[in-house]
């Protein structure tokens, strides 16, 4: 009660209804890491990762692997699948991550896409097929950052006839040196999918399709592991 050092009355309340408005309409920037308030301000207008999401499950299996996860904008999304893997090597992102997906049973996080095959992931090491697809919703910014040919190690990972899903729009040049490696590596691709679409009506191929989301243009690059499990071809 009040003698007991009850102290509210009902101006907090209508003050406090006052933050709650001046925080939700107003967005403030409370950290100096660019791809962190990126990820915030996405994670705000959720309606866009539920599409996107919505296009990727015919292209998923029940073992994704999903690089790149951020704070787990499109990752939420994802969570359906028996078995979810998190690779995050941001300490930031990756904690965030941790703390909005870390309870679940079938979520696993790790920071280096080496650490999947391991015994730190829950499960003994594999050579390879531990997922039926891959996903990478951010190529540019974690692709860049992995030592190796993480092409060979996509391929290695995936699962015959599994998926390696990229989620970006990439440049004419740059898509076509991706497509390049992809084919080198052993994916299947189809022909003639190493330019961008021009504008216009969307792509129906159920291996390549590019889809526009609003102010952000997304493209969807879906390669295929062979279901025979080709040998990764010499460079």
């Not at 994704?64 to 359906?80: E, K, Q, W």
Request: net charge positive; charged share 25%; with cysteine.
């Amino acid at each position: 009660g009040y003698a007991e050092g009850k102290k509210i009355r009902p101006m907090d309340g209508v003050r406090a209804i006052a933050v709650l408005l001046r925080t939700t309409l107003q967005w403030r920037r409370f950290s100096r890491h660019e791809r962190f308030n990126r990820l915030a301000c996405q994670a705000r207008n959720p309606i866009q990762d539920a599409r996107l999401a919505e296009r990727l499950r015919p292209s998923l299996g029940p073992r994704v692997l999903h690089l790149g996860a951020g704070i787990g904008t499109l990752s939420r999304f994802l969570v359906d699948r028996p078995e979810l893997v998190l690779v995050e090597p941001d300490p930031i992102c990756r904690h965030v991550l941790a703390r909005r997906l870390g309870h679940r049973s079938n979520v696993r996080i790790a920071c280096r896409l080496e650490d999947i095959a391991g015994p730190v992931m829950g499960q003994p090491a594999r050579a390879a097929g531990l997922f039926d697809a891959i996903v990478c919703s951010e190529p540019a910014v974690y692709l860049g950052d992995i030592e190796g040919d993480w092409v060979a190690e996509c391929f290695r990972l995936l699962s015959p006839g599994g998926r390696c899903v990229l989620v970006a729009s990439f440049p004419p040049a740059e898509l076509a040196s991706l497509c390049a490696r992809l084919r080198a590596a052993g994916f299947e691709l189809p022909e003639g999918q190493d330019k961008a679409p021009a504008e216009g009506p969307q792509m129906r191929s159920a291996r390549f399709r590019w889809v526009r989301f609003g102010h952000r243009p997304a493209g969807i690059l879906v390669a295929c592991k062979p279901a025979a499990g080709i040998e990764r071809a010499a460079a």
